[in-house]
């Protein structure tokens, strides 16, 4: 079951507090795993991963480490074989060879006996008994690490001051980013880097923006898409906001199709919850299709790179 994170993971409140102690069951299971040996593959490995809780764009990444480097590598994206995450599982497939397991570790050894050059891991920076050649962590420019705290007073899967382990941080969301994540980063490693991205529509066109819309969606950083349907001038009458991840059964999808034929709306969802609809939800259902632009692009490119 995905539920929505709640309000007090942004802002601190009373929550904050109460759930603070238990705080100490993630940092224990984190230090744990740290104490794990760490595996070397033959196959390199690109892990993109989060420390904030959905919504970070590293599926996209994933993508567009993919398209750079598979021009030069045999690639794979390895993805752990999550029944919830079947959308991003449909989404690479799309966009290259895919190997899901119920562990990484699995899926490695299977890409190697398959003569894969290069793995690229949609999340897994949280497994630390495997040896990365590159290690990325993704971040929205629009929450960074919310209250600040580790799950359950908080939305990060382990401390901020991981970054430290880490090689490039990714700030997915608007380019004008605040200075202060930048000086929060750097104080933390100073040697990282850091680089911007957003997303770009790309079937814009295929819209009629003199219509009214009904926006839904089930993702990890809603918000990210409603600014990105508002700065493309799309009117949205009505929003409805489902869980990172959400699975729609048929008698949401007839509602919000009722609602739309009752005010004369059109219905725009994300490429990701369009992929998790059947063929007969998906009637009279559009999606936009983004891809992703990163600043300073030849940086990332040679860092890509050299790791061969």
Avoid at 17 to 26: D, Q, S
Avoid at 43 to 48: E, H
Avoid at 219 to 238: A, D, Q, R, S, Y
Avoid at 248 to 255: R, Y
Wanted: charged share 30%.
């Amino acid at each position: 079951m995905n539920l929505k994170k709640p309000d007090f993971w942004d802002k601190k409140n009373l929550l904050t507090y109460i759930f603070l102690p238990l705080t100490i069951i993630t940092h224990l299971i984190n230090f744990f795993k740290k104490l794990s040996n760490k595996k070397k593959f033959t196959i390199k490995t690109i892990c993109v991963g989060n420390i904030f809780i959905g919504g970070t764009g590293k599926t996209s990444l994933t993508i567009l480490i993919n398209q750079i480097l598979k021009k030069k590598f045999k690639t794979v994206f390895i993805k752990k074989n999550y029944i919830s995450h079947k959308d991003e599982i449909n989404l690479l497939k799309k966009n290259g060879d895919v190997i899901t397991t119920s562990g990484r570790t699995n899926s490695l050894k299977l890409a190697e006996k398959k003569k894969y050059d290069l793995a690229i891991l949609d999340d897994g920076l949280q497994q630390k008994n495997i040896k990365y050649d590159l290690k990325i962590a993704c971040f929205n420019s629009l929450e960074f690490i919310g209250n600040g705290f580790v799950i359950p007073a908080g939305p990060l899967r382990e401390s901020i001051k991981e970054i430290k382990n880490y090689d490039i941080i990714f700030l997915n969301g608007s380019v004008k980013s605040s200075k202060k994540i930048f000086k929060k980063i750097k104080k933390l490693n100073k040697n990282i880097e850091i680089l911007e991205g957003e997303y770009i529509p790309q079937n814009i066109n295929t819209f009629n923006k003199k219509k009214n819309y009904l926006m839904f969606c089930g993702i990890g950083n809603p918000k990210e898409f409603e600014n990105t349907l508002l700065k493309h001038k799309f009117k949205l009458e009505k929003k409805f906001i489902f869980a990172d991840h959400h699975n729609f059964s048929n008698d949401e999808i007839i509602s919000l199709k009722k609602i739309a034929k009752k005010n004369k709306l059109e219905i725009i969802t994300t490429e990701k919850d369009y992929l998790r609809l059947n063929l007969k939800q998906k009637k009279d259902i559009k999606f936009l299709k983004i891809n992703l632009k990163i600043n300073k692009l030849h940086k990332f490119k040679k860092k890509l790179f050299e790791i061969k």
